[in-house]
């Protein structure tokens, strides 16, 4: 019995010893690697970021990082934005910063000051290669500056030349931009962070790749992506934003849809703050509101004279229809196509709020609806190959393959966009196609021409999935294809959304829409037809007279009721930024005409004279800043693009993983090995012994 | 029990729970080092196989598939002068092609033409070499056509997994190379990555 009891001790102590050598070696194993990582990159700290510079001991230094200040007052349906970027070198050279950063895709940015201690200095708008060359000059001499270049209209880079050591520069930027207002609320929407775009390789549409070349703004320009920060790195860019509303009129409920946000009303004045004053710019920024009920306005004019010129806004609201009306309005049959983007930057959240939306869709069908299910990331799938008739049968398949949908590969659209928009008809129904996407693509301007040219009589809706859609992308492709862009930042908000998108495209409200303008008045108005509106959507125009304006009349079809309403200017009539508004309107259509097949050569000049007149900047022109005095030495500028936070939810992207596990597995293999010779042998030895 | 004390011999602890435990180790021991060992065959085995494949597209025919159920094709072959290095490129850097060769990524510059190529592999098999190079170092890429193009290194970087400006087009022609960092790490699953950025020079 003794011999027995000594046995199962020595088993016991060699299978424990066993345990313990190999949880001893995996530790040392990860230890070992751990230490290994560390090593070259042991200067990182918690919220330091580094750029690689082989002039520094270790080979890392500080990157700069940019503090936003967001300051927007709003007159009327007129927002007025200040952005205040702080640049911090925490560094101990003199670097150059690069930030890139997005803005709303309709604003006009027409101011740049560059403050430097307590000096200020004005930038200047200039042609694009003409700044460049200014700012590259400046920054040879050793002078401070400051260029604003537009990389998308809705993306931005501020460079800022020789940023001392701990030292900071304060630049401001100001932009114009027209409230967007619908269903009876105004909506304000500040971008924070930018979705990684997809730019295809080469020609994404092989059979015609003549007329679809993606032409980029300039020769050899590239799309500058912003740098993103490693995880975990806690608030990198901070931002603050302040609002203040002055609607003329009381206002109603006001909402910040993605932030918290302390609101004070006074002296007719709406304040809207964010609650904790510093928050990580990850995701945009959204605020709606309501106009007291009784004081919505059913149509409003701005004026505003500059030089020879008279500016104007104009805005009207048809009245909704009433339940009666509806029902007059005849519902045709629809052949809606939805299209769902599967690619590697949906994955997350975006892709749980996608899904909620094409369930949502295939809720409102109805039998006799037709429809097909098709996916894209790298590739594309169609759930059938044409559309079939909504059957609940039908309905319920399609719902299953919805679920089974997964996120991975690239952002390839030309493909999906080609198949739903192939130009053919079923008569009797009315085709839309819902397009549900993050937008994160760089090859804008080449899925504007395929829409363009091959949209025929069906309507592209597209709807922004994601806490940071690519805005410019969505508006324009919706635009381009006659149907309206719809932005879903939040789960909880599928519902509404989605509902309010297909209530609202049943029918239109109005159609044949035309403006009456006072007689002999040459004018010039963007957009220059207007559209067919759908529910809740405003008539807005923006014109240019060289007489001052008098009374307009709109006229228009509602159902079948010839509708009108006469708009007479203010008497007080300087409304500040109408004449900004309506110039980058205009530069936003001579740009479309690009997507329509005219020469860049012709469109340039025309968008460069614009642009200069009214200080904005544009695909051919920037803002430039310089210091006069030389502050810095000449040599050995470092320049660091400041890293952006990745939107919230995004986990896709990021280069490949390119180990294997094989020398852990070797290594794990060949110590279980040992360890079984070693327990043999114990084993043996016990066996003698006993 | 006595019997086992003076019968040191094999049956009377035949199946004695020291045994059991030592030839469970041993097993997974063995099962841990066949995967590693699977890895590395794989990476040599599909090489050879793809080497066929390629110079049937070099003949002239379209790329075939290197094996039946392969869902790659190689687009180019990479050469080191000098270090004995020949990879055939895949056209699809997926985790499961990586398993078997280089890769170009999908959406960057074709290797040999004008902008960005990049081009991925594991660190520890197709890649390993890349942490002997460096600046002015020699890399040769054939195109699918039998094109030439030579590129000489211009710099060697560590950089973060979310980088991903070194996959961004560019005008003049580029090679970028990229590999998990560091080259002998034990775990998988580094964020740093190691990028080689070459010049066209012919």
Known sequence: MQAVRDFSKLIIQAFFGGIGVAVAMSLAILLLSANSQAATINDAKAGTLLIKDSSVDGGYA?????????????????????????????????VEGVYVFPLPEKAAVDRLWMKIGTRVIEGRIREKEEARRTYEKAKAEGKKAALVEQQRPNLFTNAVAHIGPNDAIEIRIEYQQALAYEMGTYKLRFPLAVTPRYVPAAAAIPDEPKALEAQPLEDGEELVQPAYAPDGCGGLNTVDIAISIDAGVPVGAVTSSYHETVIEKAGGRTMISLTKDQEEANRDFELTWTLAPGAAPQAAMFTQTRGDNEYALLMVVPPQPTAAERAQFERMPRETILIVDTSGSMEGVSMTQAKAALEMALDTLRGSDRFNVLEFNSGMRTWLPTAVPATADNIQRAREWVRKLRAGGGTNMAPALMFALDGTETPGYLRQVVFITDGAVGNEDELFKLIVQRLGSSRLFTVGIGSAPNGHFMTKAAQFGRGTFTSIGDVKEVQEKMGALFAKIEAPVLRDVQIRWPNGTPVETFPPRVPD????????????????????????????????????????????????????????????????????????????????????????TSLVAVDLTPTAPTEGLKTAMVKASLPQGYVGGGLPQTDTPATLQLLLGLFALMSAAIVTMLGRRTARIA | MRAMGTDPGSRAWGLSPVLIFALLLALLGTWQVASAGWIHAKATLAQHLIASAWSGARAGGPARRPWPWADMRPVARLTVPGRGISLYVLDNADPRALAFGPAHVGGTAAPGSAGNAVIVAHRDTHFAFLRDLSPDDEIDVEGAHGAMSRYRVREVSVVDKEETRVLEPADAPLLTLITCYPFDAVRPGTRLRYVVVADRIG
């Open chain 1, 533 to 620: 509106l759908y529910l809740g959507e405003p008539v807005l125009v923006a014109a240019a007279a060289k007489a001052p304006l008098g009374t307009v009349v709109v006229t228009g079809l509602r159902g079948n009721q010839p509708w009108s309403v006469a708009l007479t200017p203010p008497p007080d009539r300087d409304a500040a930024g109408v004449g900004a508004l309506w110039a980058r309107a205009k530069i936003a259509s001579l740009m479309d005409t690009l997507a329509q097949g005219a020469d860049v050569n012709q469109v340039r000049p025309a968008v460069v004279n614009v642009a200069l007149e009214h200080h904005l900047v544009s695909a051919y």
């Open chain 1, 62 to 94: 500080p990157a700069p990082q940019v503090a936003t200040e967001v300051a927007i007052d709003v007159t009327g349906m007129i927002a007025r934005t200040r952005v205040i970027q702080v640049f911090h070198n925490p560094g101990s050279g003199f």
